[in-house]
C-alpha cells in the first residue's frame, strides 16, 4: 500500500529529528567527558548510540515501504551548558518535544487511516516514554545535590556504571 503523499515529509522530518538527537547527546557526551564526567559522557554516548538506531529503525521502514529519503540538514547542537543539571534539563526538553512530534504524526496517520504508519510509531511512543523518564530521573538526582561537588562525581560514577551494564 502507497503512504499517501502527504505524510512523505513529516516521516523525514521525524528521521531528521532522531538524527539531531544522535548529534545532540554525542555534543552532551563530549561536553561530560571534556571536564572528565567519564560516567555522565558514557551515559550520553550510550543515549546517542540508541537514538542513531532510532534513526536507522525509521530509514529501514521508509525503504521497505518504498518512501523516498530526503536527506535534510541537521542542526548544530549547543555545546556548552552552566551544569550538568542544565545538560539533563536541555536533554529532557529535547525528549518532550520529541514525544510530541510523535504524537502529531501518529494523529495524521490515523486521520488518515494509515494503520501500518500507525502500528509502527507506538514502539516510538512507548520508547518516549521511557526516555523522558530516564531523564527526569537524572534530572531529579542533580537537582537534590546541588552544587555538592562530591556527590556530583558520586552521580557521575553511578551514570557511568548503568550506562555499562544497560549495553
Ligand atoms: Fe529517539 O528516542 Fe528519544 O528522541
Redesign the pocket.
Known amino acids: 500500500m502507497k503512504l499517501p503523499s502527504e505524510l512523505v515529509q513529516p516521516l523525514n522530518e521525524q528521521l531528521n529529528?532522531?538524527l539531531y538527537?544522535q548529534y545532540l547527546y554525542l555534543t552532551m557526551a563530549s561536553y561530560f567527558l571534556e571536564q572528565d564526567y567519564r560516567g555522565f559522557g558514557a551515559f550520553f554516548l550510550k543515549q546517542s548510540r540508541?537514538?542513531g538506531a532510532?534513526a536507522m529503525r525509521l530509514f529501514h521502514y521508509l525503504m521497505e515501504r518504498s518512501i523516498p529519503f530526503h536527506p535534510l540538514p541537521i542542526e548544530i547542537p549547543p555545546k556548552n551548558y552552566d551544569s550538568p543539571l542544565a545538560c539533563f534539563k536541555a536533554a529532557h526538553e529535547?525528549?518532550q518535544k520529541?514525544t510530541l512530534s510523535y504524537y502529531n504524526l501518529l494523529k495524521r496517520a490515523r486521520d488518515i487511516g494509515e494503520y501500518d504508519l500507525e502500528e509502527f510509531l507506538y514502539w516510538?511512543i512507548r520508547?518516549?516514554r521511557e526516555?523522558e523518564a530516564l531523564m527526569h530521573t537524572w534530572m531529579e538526582k542533580l537537582n537534590k545535590v546541588k552544587d555538592d561537588i562530591a556527590a556530583i562525581l558520586f552521580l557521575d560514577k553511578e551514570a557511568g556504571e548503568a550506562a555499562e551494564k544497560e549495553e
Do not use: C, G, S
Request: aromatic share 16%.
Open positions: 529529528r532522531e538527537a540508541e537514538e532510532h529535547y525528549e520529541v516510538y520508547e518516549q526516555e
